[in-house]
């Protein structure tokens, strides 16, 4: 079993930055996918980015540039780097890990609310 706790969401001016942070407990953090979700109201929650052990990053089109996730395996969290933020980046941002032999997205943690004023 993994707890995932999030933290580092606020309020925020559009062309700001944030850094999420979510800190996993439990051993073997490195061999689990590390990923972020959001979900902004009315709307479905959709993928933002993906760190596995590989090392292959990916990103939704819609944060591009802006947004870097990073790990770092021997505090077992996940950052998730935020800038540039525009007001429909507005969402509870969730963290999730996974593996091939639990799931994808198996553990997800409670998330952290993002508000960006225009």
């Known amino acids: 079993q993994v707890q995932l706790v999030e933290s580092g969401g606020s309020l925020v001016q559009a062309g700001g930055s944030l850094r999420l942070s979510c800190r996993a407990s439990?051993?073997?953090?490195?061999?689990?996918?590390m990923a972020w979700f959001r979900q902004a109201p009315g709307k479905e929650r959709e993928f933002v980015a993906r760190?596995?052990?590989?090392?292959?990053?990916t990103y939704a089109d819609s944060v591009k540039g802006r947004f870097t996730i990073s790990r770092d395996n021997a505090k077992n969290t996940v950052y998730l780097q935020m800038n540039s933020l525009k007001p429909e980046d507005t969402a509870v941002y969730y963290c999730?890990?996974?593996?091939?032999?639990?799931?994808?997205?198996?553990?997800w943690g409670q998330g952290t609310q993002v508000t960006v004023s225009s």
């Open positions: 439990g051993r073997r953090f490195s061999t689990y996918s």
């Open positions: 760190f596995p052990p590989s090392g292959i990053i």
């Open positions: 999730t890990a996974g593996s091939i032999y639990v799931g994808s997205h198996a553990y």
